[in-house]
């Protein structure tokens, strides 16, 4: 157990629909990652957030948004969603970002399915 | 261009033997961190060892060893000993230096221990 928890673990909707998913990064950890895991695309960074503010955006669509709340939980917000958005999505958390040798935890990661 | 490159897809071991797994990267910063994950069939993914690139010393972690060969772009993982708790497909990932850390990862490698 890495420490870091997400909900849903499995969320299976429609085209269309937006979706809200949640990690809790593990305690004193104050960065944020989500990581999007396709078949096609591999596993992709989509973005960072440290101590409540956005550091980092990498491929991540215009449909989908995050933030993190004073709490430091993060939630990962993916609207108009289509098929090509099924995916495995992780968080992972790290506990400062300025030390490249601090290792990334991962959540169990939630399973997205679009129908 | 791919920051990280893992060029064998599956890879068959048998259970007490050795496996190294190939991962080479690109870079022009100087400093970076090499990273190898694990995820096994049911989905989670597992830190498994770091690599700095100042490290003088290639680093290992109980049975897994990293041979880090800076010249040539290459930190390759060596399990020891397999186990068949070890079939799982296994992810090479680099951070930056440029002040968001994100991870990039391989396309991964997947391995399968038999008895």
């Known amino acids: 157990d890495s420490g870091v928890t997400q909900t849903p673990k499995h969320l299976i909707t429609a085209t269309g629909q937006r979706v809200t998913l949640r990690c809790s990064p593990r305690?004193?950890?104050?960065?944020v990652y989500w990581y999007q895991q396709s078949l096609d695309q591999g596993l992709q960074f989509l973005i960072q957030?440290?101590?409540?503010?956005?550091?980092a955006k990498g491929n991540i669509l215009e449909r989908f948004s995050a933030q993190q709340f004073p709490d430091l939980h993060s939630e990962l917000n993916l609207s108009s969603l289509e098929l090509g958005d099924s995916a495995l999505y992780f968080c992972?958390?790290?506990?400062?970002?300025?030390?490249?040798?601090?290792?990334?935890?991962f959540g169990p990661g939630t399973r997205l399915t679009v129908l | 261009a791919q920051k990280i490159t893992q060029t064998q897809p599956g890879m068959f071991v048998q259970e007490k033997e050795a496996v190294t797994l190939d991962c080479t990267y690109d870079t022009s910063d100087p400093s970076y961190g090499l990273f190898w994950y694990k995820q096994p069939s049911s989905g989670e993914m597992i830190f498994l060892i770091y690599?700095?690139?100042?490290?003088?010393q290639n680093a290992t972690e109980g049975r897994y060893s990293l041979n880090f060969q800076k010249a040539r772009k290459s930190a390759n993982l060596v399990i020891s000993a397999s186990q068949l708790g070890d079939s799982a497909m296994y992810f090479c990932a680099m951070r930056e230096g440029r002040g968001d850390y994100k991870l990039s990862f391989g396309a991964g490698t997947t391995v399968t221990v038999r008895a």
């Open positions: 992972a958390s790290s506990v400062a970002i300025w030390d490249r040798g601090s290792e990334q935890f």
């Open positions: 957030y440290y101590n409540g503010e956005e550091r």
């Open positions: 690599q700095g690139s100042y490290d003088q």
């Open positions: 305690s004193g950890d104050l960065s």
